[in-house]
């Protein structure tokens, strides 16, 4: 009997260090291979966090996604502590952070040391890199943005919202192009919606 307790104990151990290990793991992968920051950096985090590892759901993720990006803060960061935090508590949450922090970090410090702005903008290698870099991200930015209308079951009927968001916020309209406007227009409209719905529910009950 106590040797089975022990190896139970043992196993449930190198479980959990394993989960930390590929929390950590999972999220400098992250933060090391995704330029352009923001929304270049979803459909890498969404294949880590949800088609290989199973740590959330989909549609779970598309509702992290909304809150990580209605909060202060950067968006790659807020998603890492939500899901390490989900997982682990405060330990996961503060290494799953750390793993997205710490490759941009590094890359930052050793770019600041070596390299100067003049050398990058002279050296036709660098400059070159960089050019080859740009359209990769837009790539990467359109992506996660089909996939996120593809789980919010957008249809023609709810097309025009954020179609009508994205001209608001491009065009230089003052307050009327502020993000936050239209994220609290969001969830005041989210909440109208679910509140009618349940006053018909409760309607056809009576």
Known sequence: MDSRKGKTIDTVTSDSKNIYLQLFA??????????????AMISIIEREI?????????DDFLDLLAIAQSLPGILAVNIATAVGDKLKGTRGSML???????????????????????????????????????????????????????????????????LITA?????????FSNPILYIVLGGLGGYLFWALANKQIHSKNK
Do not use: Y
Not at 26 to 39: D, E, L, M, P, Q
């Open 96 to 162: 799953a952070a750390a793993g997205t922090i710490l490759p941009s970090f590094l890359i930052i410090l050793a770019i600041a040391i070596f390299l100067t702005p003049d050398i990058i903008k002279n050296n036709r290698v660098i400059s070159s890199i960089f050019m080859g870099i740009r359209p990769a991200v837009v790539a990467l930015i359109i992506a996660p943005v089909l996939t996120s209308a593809k789980a919010a079951k957008l249809t023609w009927k709810t097309i025009w919202i954020p």
């Open 26 to 39: 999972s999220f400098f992968k992250i933060g090391a291979f995704t330029f352009g920051g923001g929304w």
């Open 50 to 58: 949800v088609d290989k590892h199973h740590w959330i759901e989909r």
């Open 167 to 175: 001209l608001m916020i491009s065009l230089d309209l003052g307050w």
